[in-house]
Structure formats: C-alpha cells, structure tokens
C-alpha cells in the first residue's frame, strides 16, 4: 500500500507498517496470529471510523475491527487492509441515579467493572479483565452475573453504529430495532459500533469461589452430582467443572501433581451469607474432594484472576459446544479428555483445559425472536482450550482440542459464536438454527449488502 500521511475527515491517528509503533497496534492476544495490515486507523470518533470505512471501500480494501483483540483467530488483523482501531475510544461514564452506563466502542472489560464498582452496581461482563467491550457483548457476552442478569448483549439499551455506508445510526429496541436484533449476538457483521449504552444493576460487589478438586478417575460420580445441582442451583451462582492438570502448589497432594484431575465447584455474586449457605448445599452433594478450596473476594478481583494466564502474547486454540442436557454419556465424554479406550496416557502436562459453566436463569427468558443469540435452551457451555508458547507444539495442542471436542460432538446443541476457532461457515451456522441465521442474512442484506464487514465469524447477506 503505498505511503498515506491523511484520510480526508480522519482526525485520528494513521500508523504505517514502517512506523515504530506498528507491531505493538497489531498484536493480538493469539501469538499464532502474526497478519500485517496496510495501514492502521486508531479511531477517535465515530466520524474517523466512518471516514476509515469510506477509505478503505474507496480503495478496495479489506476492513476489519480491533478492540481487546481477543477474538481466537485474530480477525481483527487483516493482511493487507485497514485495521480499524477502536482502543482511543474506551471511557466508560456512568449515571448512577438511572443505572446507565456510557461505553466507548474500544473499551476494556476492567474498564467497565471498575466505574461500575464504586457505585454499587454491575453488568454482566467476561471473565478477563483486559477482554474488549465490544466483541464480547456483540458474539452475547457470557459472565459471572448473566444467570441473574442476562447476557452483556441482553443489558445493552442502545448501540451507536456506523455502517457499511459510513452513516452513524442508533439501534434500540424502537429504532433500527433489526439492526438491533442483530447486534443482540450477530458480531460484528453488521456495522462498527462505537458506543454501548448498558443497563447496570445493584450488586454487593463481593464473590465467593469454590473449587474441590479430585482425581479425574475418581470424578464420574461427583460430576453427575454436580449436573443435578445445575436445575435449582440460585441465580448468583455459576456452577463450573473443569478438567485440568494439578501442577505443584501448596496444599496439593504430592499423587495429583503432573495428573488429571476434575475441580467442580461454583462462582457466587452477591450475598455473602447466602452464598455460605449454598455452599454446605454443595457440600453435602459433593463432597470436598481432595483439596477444597473457597475464596471470599471482590467482584472487580474476580474479574481479574484470569488475566496472567490470559495474558497477551502466547499461543491458543479453542474449542466449544453447548448442551441443552448434560447426560450420564456426554459426563463420561467430557471425562474421556478425547482419548480412545486403551490409549497410552498423554504428557498430561501438554494437554488441554476444557471446562462446563452453567447458563439458565435470566439467559433462558429472554424470547428467542428478540436477540440474535440462540441456543437460550442451553444448561451449561464447555469450553475447550490449550495455551503455549512453542511454536512446534502447534499441531499437537491443536489436535488434543479438537479431539475433545469431537467426542462431545455427538451430545451437543450449538456453539457459542465468539469461541469459534476454525470452522468456517459451518462452524458460523452451528452457532444459529436455520431461521434465526436467516433473519440475520436479512438483517445483513440491509445493512451490509457488500459484506464489507466479512472478518469475523461471518454472515453473508440473503441473496436478492
């Protein structure tokens, strides 16, 4: 792309390849992705991001949109096109006397959380702090308040947009409400929005973690315990059982250390003397494994404790299902790892982390004809993932993901969109029954004919 020094109406900031700040504005949070856009727009204003848009239709280049830049394949990189950077505009304000808040297109989720917290509310919001905003809330937004609260899309009130056309628009409930439907979990197939105007609600702003953990051999029977919890389990908790490796830590027997085991447990948001209550109801229907661990916190450090692991810079694959039931057979599935009968154990070091975490509650009441996520039916979403930093391992980590998730292939009922990894189209219309992705090629039809906003898990627009 040859040499650009302005955009006209573009008053932000344009970084070229040979500028000295390029490779940090490209990087993304997978290390796999290593793609070089032609020229980076950091947007100041929904009138630069209107402006990029012209330019790059103007030239025939491809657009894609960056925030937190989490999204797995690192759509958010195009090879040779405009990057449209939304991270200048990340101010987060909020009016506490009617439970709103204002959020820039570009901000972080640690934003949120932290001008929320001061004033005794919340918003449903994921669980790394340094996620964006933005794809998040636009793929649903799943979080440790949505069974009380809905999903981050299900709190959103107004989205400002700017289109394929370079036109900014509002999308609410009563205006543009199909552009609303769509960005109510479409991603951002539909315009690049620049604000987000949630609904907040009071919170005690403290949290509870539970976590007994057991020798995966051991955990066929405190797993389907934990699965007839998930029907009567209270809002303000998210139950989760997961399948990792025990490394050495204080506490942990010497016989876990480098071995599979499964850490069942639940994540509270609210009262602190309820939660202790439901955890002696756990208790009794569980057990306290091998080592139980239970961690009083703020919900801001909940928020957060994920964020080293989480961290930029290294190497991942995912994968995922949902399950609208979670049978005695897709128990024993998730507890296989992927492995066949009789395989020679793995470096179980090397493996993958894969995990359920329930849904229910307000996720499930919102009508299925006023949102684009779907799959509202589901009872818990497992998530599949590995992360390293060598590139050699590629193949090897990418193939134990996907092995896990293709023997709980058989038992599943969807996907969630934003953790779509390598699927393609197929992947996109596990994450839509055929009539909601219908409606939504119709909303696509109207708002971006041309599929200018193609890189991110894409819905093409409904033919003529």
């Known amino acids: 792309m040859p040499s650009l020094t302005a955009i006209p ?7 070229q390849p040979d500028d000295a700040s390029y490779d ?22 929904a009138d630069d991001v209107a402006a990029a848009i012209r330019h ?16 797995i394949l690192g759509l958010s990189v195009p090879e040779g096109g405009l990057m449209i950077d939304l991270t200048p505009m990340g101010a987060v304000t909020v009016d506490p006397a009617t439970r709103r808040a204002t959020v820039g297109g570009g901000a972080l989720l640690r934003s949120l959380d932290r001008a929320t917290e001061p004033h005794g509310l919340a918003t449903t919001a994921g669980n790394v702090s340094h996620t964006g905003v933005g794809g998040l809330t636009l793929g649903g937004g799943m979080g440790w308040l949505a069974r009380r609260c809905g999903l981050a899309c299900d709190n959103v009130e107004t989205y400002t947009v700017v289109t394929a056309d370079g036109r900014t628009v509002r ?31 009071p ?34 908790a998210t139950l989760t059982a997961d399948a990792a490796t025990a490394a050495e830590a204080p506490g942990v027997p010497t016989t876990l250390i480098g071995r599979p085991v ?43 404790a994920a964020d080293d692991f989480h961290r930029h810079g ?35 070091t090397r493996a993958p982390v894969a995990g359920f975490q329930a849904y229910g509650g307000a996720i499930a009441e919102v009508p299925q004809d006023q949102a684009a996520f779907d799959f509202r039916d589901t009872v818990v979403e497992w998530f599949g993932g590995s992360t390293w930093d060598d590139p050699a391992e590629d193949a090897e980590r990418m193939a134990a993901c996907r092995a896990w998730g293709a023997a709980l292939d058989p038992y599943a009922s969807g996907v969630y969109v934003n953790v779509i990894a390598d699927e393609g189209s197929s992947g996109v219309r596990r994450a839509y029954r055929p009539e909601k992705f219908a409606r939504l090629q119709a909303v696509k039809r109207t708002w971006d004919p041309d599929n200018v906003f193609h890189l991110n898990q894409n819905i093409p627009p409904a033919e003529s």
């Open 171 to 201: 999308a609410s409930a009563s205006e543009n409400p199909d552009l609303f439907f769509g960005l109510r979990g479409g991603g951002g197939n539909f315009g690049v929005v620049t604000e987000f105007s949630f609904r907040l609600h």
């Open 203 to 236: 919170t005690t702003g403290r949290a509870l973690i539970v976590e007994a953990t057991l020798d995966a051999a051991e955990a066929a029977e405190p797993m389907r315990a934990w699965r007839d919890l998930l029907a009567t389990a209270p809002r303000e």
């Open 262 to 304: 499964v850490i069942i447990g639940f994540a509270w948001v609210g009262d602190m003397t309820a939660a202790r209550a439901y955890l002696e109801t756990f208790r009794r229907a569980i057990g306290r494994g091998a080592i139980e661990d239970v961690r009083e916190m703020r919900y801001t450090q909940l928020q957060s």
């Open 24 to 45: 940090t504005h490209r990087e993304v949070w997978n290390a796999t992705v290593d793609r070089r856009p032609g020229l980076i727009a950091r947007c100041s204003t």
């Open 314 to 348: 290294r190497r991942r694959y995912s994968t995922g299902h949902y399950f609208a039931e979670l049978s005695d057979a897709a128990i024993d599935a998730f507890l296989s790892r992927g492995m066949p009968a009789g395989a020679s154990e793995p470096d179980w």
């Open 56 to 71: 790059a239709r103007e030239r025939g280049l491809d657009v894609a949109v960056k925030c937190g830049g989490h999204g």
């Open 9 to 15: 109406g573009f008053a932000g900031e344009l970084v």
